[in-house]
């Protein structure tokens, strides 16, 4: 059963690569056509907050290191952008105000690669109200950032509640469908592992 569903995750996995790699070797042919491309983004109005828990820590001294992010982060290139988010991605003890900036930007992107490294580096950082935030990403009008919305999602009641409304929904795509039923059954695997485990 294991084994199975690890090649199921690995084949999910294998097709968000492949679509992140899909849509930068195809950037170049739409740069026109990309700005005429209704998207719809569901975070447009939504406020992120990141000042949680860890707001409190040390910031960042570097302040090359930080100067660099920024302007990584509001680049003409998408490939920088995402650059700058995946180095948000990693556990850092950036100011939180700079970190809200460019997360709040970013899921406004036009480019789904970004908002997609967006929504993981908002659930990397931690920050507030983080179930509600996914769900308004699963709601995106890529695929991709979608499938990144769900795969985001963690073990709350909220998100347990989200896996299984994006599980059953019969409108979305079946790897959407695919990825929520497999996130839960490694939840009910898992917790059922942990009451064997106290008995």
């Not at 679509?19 to 447009?44: L, R």
């Not at 992120?48 to 003409?76: H, R, T, Y």
Request: aromatic residues 4%; contains cysteine; hydrophobic residues 45%.
């Amino acid at each position: 059963m294991l084994k199975f569903q690890t090649q199921k995750m690995l084949w999910i996995i294998l097709l968000l690569a492949a679509m992140g790699f899909v849509n930068i070797v195809f950037a170049d042919n739409v740069t026109n056509g990309s700005d005429t491309k209704v998207v719809f983004n569901s975070m447009e109005s939504f406020q992120i907050s990141c000042f949680g828990a860890d707001s409190a820590a040390q910031p960042e001294s570097d302040p090359e290191f930080i100067a660099k992010l920024v302007n990584l982060a509001a680049s003409d290139n998408s490939e920088e952008r995402i650059s700058a988010l995946s180095q948000l991605a990693v556990k850092r003890s950036i100011d939180p105000t700079i970190v809200q900036k460019i997360l709040q930007t970013a899921v406004l992107d036009k480019d789904s690669n970004v908002r997609g490294q967006a929504v993981y580096a908002i659930a990397q950082q931690n920050c507030e109200n983080l179930p509600l935030i996914l769900e308004q990403a699963m709601h995106d009008s890529e695929l991709s950032v979608r499938l990144m919305a769900v795969d985001s999602l963690g073990t709350d009641e909220r998100s347990v509640a989200l896996l299984e409304q994006a599980k059953n929904n019969e409108e979305e795509e079946a790897a959407i469908r695919e990825l929520a039923a497999i996130k839960l059954e490694s939840l009910l695997d898992s917790t059922n592992k942990t009451q064997n485990d106290d008995i």
